[in-house]
Each structure stands twice: as structure tokens, then as C-alpha cells.
């Protein structure tokens, strides 16, 4: 059955461009953080600070910990606090020193620095990057009501994440960069200076709606109406599912690359292909979002990855234009896996408020930053023993066996995973009438004498 079309609103409200310029801006400096994290520092702590690689494992899984309590915590507290100046901007105006100041002991640390200095570090660029990402995603899904202007401000700041992690791909090959170090501190030094007048923008020009009037219940309460939410439980599934879809050609496609194609001198330039789609395919998605809903542009642009991702295993030695091509197709549904599902996030939020909560965006996000973390690890997780049981040499020569494995985990396990993720969104009960109706719910719960 096609999904219900809600009738057109009374002239929507329409975000200004300046204002969804100010409001996308951090997105590319927090973005150009992340390959130096996931890429770089693990080198330049083994190597160039000489701790090793099971240190450095070690002491960075160890930071992660920090998440498990400080995400839900910062969640939560941004949805209760109140101040003159909102409830998200204190959080992101505190966020943004702290991750600083653990940025430079990180990526710029003195000479002689241990285990424990890197613990430190770590943990306060983690605290720090919680502080700004969580309050700045809810704000997000706060700047709008409607249902379709929730998908546009989401397509702007993913295409902000997108541009920083293009920036984080073409500026090191431009400026002759190739060693982990200078690498890493051109990457820290450009995400640094860009941050701070990107955030003071953000803080000064863009509004933060006033929250509603009823406060959130307490924790126990709020934990049961989340876990009651039967959409929430329904996107975040998905959410998990297709972020191990997508985390496990991540982590292998440098493998891919060198032992499939042995071209792995062709990774950047694949890499920025696929980028650059996505990029491309975020108006694309947008644009279908809004004719056919959230959850079915999503599911399709899931399916459309799947269709270009079957070609890998006709892959051989040398085929970099074939595998060109499967980047571009299945890099174009990227676009709609970064916008549409955080825009549906937004909608999730609106009934666990219709149904007696309180607007509380922190705390859904926070489930949500949680899930992708817990995606990504799982990734790694499943693709390195499995491909040690098989039998998978990183220095080459390996057999029929261990090239089955990487090539099914590259491409065959994760169709299986968005295929279960488009299973479980296909039928996906928020769509712009079911929206309509509740922010109508809303609007006359709020306008009734307390």
C-alpha cells in the first residue's frame, strides 16, 4: 500500500538558508575529526610515540567506556536544564573547550607522553565531543515541526559532515602528506581552527526554540515510555542493522583493495568517489523523501546500495573502473543513510511526547549516537575473527577460502543486513499524516489552560 500523503500544511514554515548555513556549519569540522581518529592517531601512538598497538587498543577501547554513561547522562540533562540561553546551546558552548583542550593533548602531545596521558586525552576529547554532538543533533530535530522541513535541515548538516570528510580525504594528498604524523596534525590543526568561529556562529545566529512548558518525568518513567515507543524500537533496529551493513566495507576496504584488486594505491581515489556520491544523493533523496516519505526513500535508497554491492564478487585483479562504478552506485545511498533516518528520529520524538512524555530529542540521541557506535564496533567485531578463522593473511598469498570469506563479508553479509533493515522500515507507521496528526495533538495539548 502506498503511504498516506498528509494534506499540504498552511504555509510552512520554511527555514531560512542562513539560518540552516549557521546550523550546518560544525557538522564539517566535527566530520574532519573523525578520519584522524579512527585512521590516524592509532599509528602515531604505536609508532611515532612508541606504545605499541595493543596499548593503544587497549587504553582507546577503554575510553569508550566513557560513552556508555556520559552519552545517556548529557542526553538527559540537556533535555531538563533550562537556562536564559536554551537548553541545548550551554552544552555546546561548555563542549567545545573541553574537547579542545583534549584535542591538543591528543594529537599534539609533549614528548615522553605514556598510557595514561593518552587515557586522559582521549576521554576528555571524547566528553568534550558528546558535550557538542548530542545537544547539536537535538537541537536539529527541534528547529522544525514539519514533517518535510525536518528532512531538509538534516540533508544540510549531513551534507556539512560529508564536505569535512572530503576535506579530511583531498587536503593531505594536496599538500603532499602521507605519514600518519603530519597527517594527523594537519587534519587536528584544520578541524581546530575551523570549529571554534563555526560553533560561535551557531551560538550566536541560530534560534532554539522554547521547550514546552511540562517537564520530563523521572528516569525510570521516561526509560519505560522510550522502550514503549514501538517506532523508536523499530528505527533504531534498523538504525543498528544497517550501521554494521555499512561499518563492514568500511573496515575492509583497504583489504578489498589490496588483496582483491592489488591496487591499493587506488584507495583514495575510490574513497573520494564514494563521498562525493553521497554527497550528490542527498538532494536526490530529499527530493523523493518528500513525495513518497521518509521511510520509503530510505528503503529505497537501501535497496539501490544492494543492487550496486552484488557486483563485488565479479570483481577481479585490476577491475578499478567496474569497482569505480559500484562505489558511485552504492556511495549514492549514503546520502539518504546520513539525512532521512536522523529526520525520522525527529518524528519518533513527537510520539513519545504525544503519548505523555516530555520533548526530550537529548535522550533519543543519545540512544541513537550509542547505536551507531555499538554498529561500528560490531563491524570490526564480526569481519577480523571471522576472517582469522578462514584462514586470511594480511601479507598476501591467501587462498580460495580466505578470499570467499573477505569477499562475503565485503559484500554478501551486508546486503543480507540492509535487506533486514529495509524489512524493518518498509512498514514504518510515522508518514507525514501520521506526523500531522500528532503535532496537531501536541499543539492543542500545549494551547490548553494548565
Not at 66 to 72: H, Q, T
Not at 86 to 97: E, M, N, Q, V, W
Not at 280 to 285: F, L, Q, R, T
Not at 383 to 411: D, E, K, Q, S, V
Request: charged content about 10%; aromatic content about 8%; hydrophobic content about 55%.
Amino acid at each position: 500500500m502506498a503511504p498516506r500523503r498528509a494534506p499540504p500544511a498552511a504555509n510552512p514554515a520554511r527555514t531560512p538558508r542562513a539560518m540552516l548555513l549557521a546550523y550546518a556549519a560544525p557538522a564539517l569540522p566535527l566530520s574532519v575529526m573523525g578520519l584522524p581518529l579512527a585512521v590516524y592517531l592509532p599509528d602515531f601512538w604505536a609508532g611515532a610515540m612508541g606504545l605499541g598497538l595493543g596499548v593503544v587498543g587497549l587504553v582507546l577501547a577503554a575510553g569508550r567506556l566513557l560513552d556508555v554513561i556520559a552519552d545517556p547522562l548529557i542526553g538527559r540533562l540537556s533535555d531538563r536544564s533550562r537556562s536564559r540561553f536554551g537548553r541545548r546551546k550551554p552544552f555546546i558552548a561548555l563542549g567545545l573547550p573541553i574537547a579542545g583542550l583534549g584535542g591538543v593533548a591528543l594529537f599534539f602531545p609533549p614528548a615522553g607522553a605514556g598510557a595514561l596521558h593518552l587515557l586522559l586525552a582521549n576521554a576528555a576529547l571524547m566528553l568534550g565531543w558528546s558535550l557538542l554532538s548530542l545537544p547539536y543533533q537535538a537541537w536539529g530535530a527541534e528547529l522544525s515541526t514539519d514533517y518535510g522541513e525536518r528532512t531538509r535541515i538534516a540533508s544540510w548538516r549531513e551534507s556539512g559532515t560529508l564536505l569535512g570528510v572530503l576535506a579530511s580525504l583531498v587536503l593531505p594528498a594536496a599538500l603532499g602528506r602521507s605519514a600518519a604524523g603530519p597527517t594527523l596534525h594537519l587534519l587536528a590543526g584544520l578541524s581546530f581552527a575551523c570549529a571554534l568561529p563555526a560553533v560561535l556562529l551557531l551560538l550566536a545566529t541560530v534560534r532554539e526554540p522554547r521547550p514546552p512548558r511540562r517537564q520530563s518525568a523521572g528516569l525510570r518513567a521516561t526509560l519505560r515510555l522510550a522502550a514503549a515507543n514501538a517506532p523508536f524500537r523499530r528505527l533504531l533496529a534498523a538504525w543498528l542493522v544497517n550501521g554494521v551493513a555499512n561499518g563492514l566495507p568500511a573496515v575492509l576496504f583497504l583489504l578489498l583493495c589490496r588483496h582483491l584488486l592489488h591496487a591499493p594505491e587506488a584507495a583514495g581515489r575510490l574513497l573520494l568517489a564514494y563521498f562525493l556520491a553521497g554527497l550528490a544523493g542527498i538532494p536526490v533523496w530529499t527530493w523523493l523523501a518528500r513525495r513518497i516519505g521518509k521511510h520509503r526513500a530510505w528503503a529505497f535508497a537501501m535497496l539501490f546500495s544492494c543492487a550496486w554491492f552484488i557486483a563485488v564478487p565479479l570483481l577481479r585483479a585490476g577491475d578499478i573502473g567496474a569497482f569505480l562504478a559500484i562505489c558511485l552506485g552504492s556511495g549514492a545511498g549514503l546520502g539518504a543513510d546520513l539525512a532521512l533516518p536522523p529526520a525520522m528520529q525527529a518524528d519518533v520524538v513527537d510520539l513519545d511526547e504525544a503519548r505523555g512524555g516530555a520533548a526530550q530529542a537529548g535522550l533519543f540521541f543519545a540512544a541513537w549516537t550509542m547505536a551507531q557506535k555499538a554498529g561500528n564496533a560490531l563491524a570490526a567485531g564480526i569481519a577480523f575473527p571471522l576472517l582469522g578463522l578462514a584462514g586470511f593473511r594480511m601479507a598476501g598469498g591467501n587462498g580460495t577460502t580466505a578470499m570467499a570469506m573477505l569477499i562475503g563479508l565485503y559484500c554478501v553479509l551486508p546486503v543480507a543486513l540492509k535487506l533486514g533493515a529495509v524489512a524493518l522500515i518498509w512498514h514504518f507507521p510515522i508518514d507525514a499524516a501520521a506526523q500531522a496528526a500528532l503535532r496537531a495533538s501536541l499543539a492543542a495539548r500545549r494551547s490548553a489552560p494548565s
